[in-house]
């Protein structure tokens, strides 16, 4: 017996249903497949500076149209860590892009999935010189280069101090650091120990050093610079576990003076707190790249207009600058390995580096040390030459470095992402811990890092 | 007699008219379609919840490569870690106390708010509905503002009366209270329209008895209140403790877990540990700790309400 009412039947119902469960074929996650010879797909970092993702853009068709290769090209944020879940999504899928941007550690993780590109880097190293170690660390695995550096989202996180604070102290910044190409007798007194001579007065001047002690990048990265200039290795290149040596043991006495200089909320910095903290006018020194003197050109000018970058201090063991680099890794299940290989070798020849990096004030950072003399960071101001020091030049006396190098990758990536070495410092100077329990603890938590 | 030969088509007619009846037959029952229109949710449910929670459950039993089967080695290991057992122990102190919290001022709310004439009580919900209905990621931004170490208005108005300023994420105890404090004001308007919707269902004949033999307020809430409310008391609290546990935005955007691991949850810790880290094993292991503590209380509270049910039958 039919239903009456509204004239649609069940089998109307179930017709419909039908249709609409069809259509609705719901791309939830949506994994690009490679595409077959003659089409790429690229996952690029979608950088902070807007004018970086046009200039890659024109960059990439220029390539694009020349060489008869269809190319997609994404632009992923890593705001939210989105760029690393997106390759973990791919890797396990074994689908997506051919090419994807990794950040520091990420290329490291991957490295099963990834294509080795041997054969671009030797061609590159042939052409431009050796490549940073920092990025031969993180991106060569049991001997083969796994991912391209890229310049696109790399940075050093060198000094970004207050040129007024200093000078009232009687330290003048733009003569030890000026911007020209010149080593000055100055700089080789820049170290933890004259830093930590500003700190007292800065505090005392409510500026202090915004140094954050949390637990995300820019916290971990000054002061993995620091250990390291001390010669403090939570575990050495072997996988043994130091932390309990005499170089450990130092450096943490001195950030034991240090901390009491700097804000109480320094153990809640992330990564825009210092940022913010310079722009507020609140602080005579950060460890930072200059993505927070541009935004204060447009916030704060009169603070902008008195910053000076120039690298980290020196310790005992040499000058290490904070260094995070980005890649490009090409799948191992991507079907155009050869195109990938021919793009990435034109987006890294010095042209297009530069014209990227002009893009974005200089905010990138090329692997080469033999292209740290790109003119766009004489060029910016104000005040003029003020990231003239920003890229780690030969003259500088110092090497680009990592947080917990030089233990082997898969342990220093989690000592790096658990934030072991601020945390190890926060146990002493906030939470009251003695030497012997903080470094007790960092051993406890080293020993469930080198699991296999 | 001889058997006349019955064509093959014959069978095949048949068997196809069997089917085609069968057919029409499972159209034309209600439980076909209703089965069809739920069929979206279910693929939803078993591709997003019950497919992903398989996929966890194996991967925790790998090794970090992931090339062998290592069975609950990855959970031994959890525990004989000391930051871990924080974890555990963070997890329940801020999913106990800020249930708590929720539950006692959304009572409250609901009971101020079932006084109120008709007409106010309409403002009232809507404007008290309002942190709960707004995406948490943001309205957590907008308390991460509140308490930055830069811009905090807390320390503005607190250094404005001449008092110190708190570093708010950046002490294990006030970061700490700041998580539970950002998750009560969003959960609580959850328990005051639960509560609101119980409290309209009691029969105001059982308050008038009351009132004529002598009960005064706290007596009519003890003996009359409390217990018709129990049931929904004991569910939202479930609800609320489940969602609690494995809470992420709240943490993830105020402290990261920090500082020192001091406000690290299981949510938190697994993403740390299984995404950031590389070790998506050890991660999987982290979130599924979660279940054996949601279990256990699940089965105590959903016991209750089964029994009080089958008594008040």
Redesign the interface.
């Known amino acids: 017996m039919r239903t009456k009412g509204n004239g649609i039947s069940?089998?109307d119902?179930?017709k419909l249903?039908?249709a609409a469960?069809a259509a609705?074929a719901l791309p939830?996650v949506h994994v690009r497949t490679s595409r077959a010879a003659g089409k790429l797909s690229v996952g690029f970092w979608d950088h902070w500076v807007p004018a970086g993702n046009a200039a890659m853009k024109k960059q990439v068709a220029a390539w694009a149209k020349k060489n008869k290769v269809e190319v997609t090209d994404d632009y992923i944020t890593s705001i939210g860590?989105k760029i690393?879940?997106t390759a973990?999504a791919e890797a396990q899928a074994k689908a997506g892009h051919d090419i994807l941007a990794f950040d520091t550690?990420?290329i490291?993780?991957n490295a099963?999935n990834l294509e080795p590109v041997d054969d671009v880097i030797n061609a590159l190293e042939k052409k431009y010189g050796k490549i940073n170690p920092v990025s031969e660390y993180l991106a060569k695995v049991k001997g083969r280069w796994i991912g391209v550096p890229s310049s696109s989202g790399s940075q050093y996180k060198p000094s970004c101090a207050r040129i007024s604070f200093f000078k009232a102290q009687g330290l003048d910044v733009q003569a030890m650091y000026p911007a020209k190409p010149e080593h000055t007798a100055l700089s080789d007194q820049w170290t933890w120990d004259t830093m930590l001579k500003y700190a007292g007065p800065a505090q005392k001047a409510n500026l202090p050093f915004a140094l954050g002690?949390?637990?995300?990048t820019d916290n971990v990265d000054w002061v993995g610079a620091l250990f390291r200039s001390f010669g403090a290795e939570l575990v050495d290149a072997k996988g043994n576990i130091t932390v309990k040596s005499d170089p450990v043991k130092q450096a943490l006495e001195y950030m034991m003076k240090l901390a009491k200089f700097l804000?109480?909320?320094?153990?809640?910095?992330?990564d825009a707190?210092n940022n913010?903290?310079l722009i507020?006018g609140?602080t005579a020194l950060i460890f930072n790249p200059p993505s927070s003197w541009a935004v204060a050109k447009r916030d704060n000018p009169s603070v902008a207009a008195d910053c000076w970058t120039f690298p980290t201090p020196a310790g005992p063991k040499g000058r290490f600058v904070p260094h995070l680099p980005y890649f490009w890794g090409i799948w191992s299940f991507s079907k155009n390995k050869s195109a990938a290989k021919d793009l990435l070798t034109f987006l890294m020849q010095r042209e297009q580096v530069e014209e990227r990096d002009i893009a974005v004030d200089g905010y990138d950072i090329p692997p080469f040390l033999s292209m740290s003399d790109f003119k766009i960071w004489s060029e910016v101001e104000p005040p003029r030459g003020t990231v003239f020091n920003y890229p780690v030049r030969p003259f500088h006396n110092a090497t680009p470095s990592i947080s917990a190098y030089p233990a082997p990758r898969?342990i220093a990536?989690?000592i790096y992402?658990?934030?072991t070495i601020t945390?190890l410092v926060?146990?002493m100077t906030?939470?009251g811990q003695s030497m012997d329990q903080a470094l007790s603890?960092a051993q406890?938590?080293l020993e469930?890092f080198t699991?296999? | 007699m001889a058997n006349r030969s019955i064509p093959a088509t014959f069978f095949r007619e048949e068997i196809a008219g069997a089917r085609a009846g069968v057919i029409r037959l499972l159209t034309r029952r209600r439980s076909t379609i209703a089965f069809l229109m739920c069929l979206p949710l279910i693929l939803l449910i078993v591709g997003l919840v019950l497919y992903p929670g398989l996929y966890a459950i194996y991967l925790s039993l790998l090794n970090k490569r992931m090339t062998q089967f290592v069975g609950l080695g990855n959970f031994t290991f959890l525990l004989r870690r000391s930051t871990f057992r924080l974890v555990i122990f963070q997890s329940c102190l801020f999913a106990i106390t800020a249930v708590f919290a929720k539950a006692v001022i959304g009572f409250t709310l609901a009971h101020l708010m079932h006084n109120l004439p008709a007409k106010n009580q309409r403002v009232w919900r809507g404007l008290l509905l309002i942190p709960w209905v707004i995406p948490l990621a943001i309205s957590t931004l907008g308390w991460w503002w509140l308490f930055d170490p830069s811009y905090s208005a807390f320390n503005w108005v607190l250094s404005g009366v001449g008092l110190p300023e708190v570093a708010w994420l950046g002490d294990a105890n006030w970061a700490r209270f700041c998580m539970i404090l950002v998750n009560t004001w969003w959960g609580t308007p959850f328990f005051m329209i639960m509560y609101l919707a119980a409290l309209k269902s009691v029969s105001e004949h059982l308050y008038e008895s009351a009132a004529i033999d002598g009960a005064n307020a706290w007596q009519k809430m003890r003996y009359i209140t409390l217990p018709m409310l129990r049931n929904i008391i004991s569910i939202t609290v479930l609800f609320s403790l489940i969602v609690t546990f494995a809470n992420f935005d709240i943490v993830r955007i105020l402290t990261n877990g920090g500082p020192q691991d001091q406000t690290h949850i299981f949510a938190t810790y697994a993403f740390q540990v299984g995404i950031q880290s590389g070790d998506i094993p050890l991660g999987a292991s982290v979130s599924l700790f979660m279940l054996p503590i949601l279990a256990v209380a699940s089965f105590f509270i959903l016991r209750g309400v089964t029994r009080r049910s089958k008594e008040t039958i």
Do not use: H
């Open positions: 069940r089998r119902v179930l249903g039908a469960a609705a939830l860590n690393i879940m973990s550690w990420n490291g993780n099963d002690l949390g637990q995300t804000p109480d909320d320094v153990y809640s910095y992330d707190s913010r903290a507020a609140k898969d990536v989690q992402n658990r934030a945390t926060a146990k906030k939470g603890w406890d938590e469930g699991r296999g």
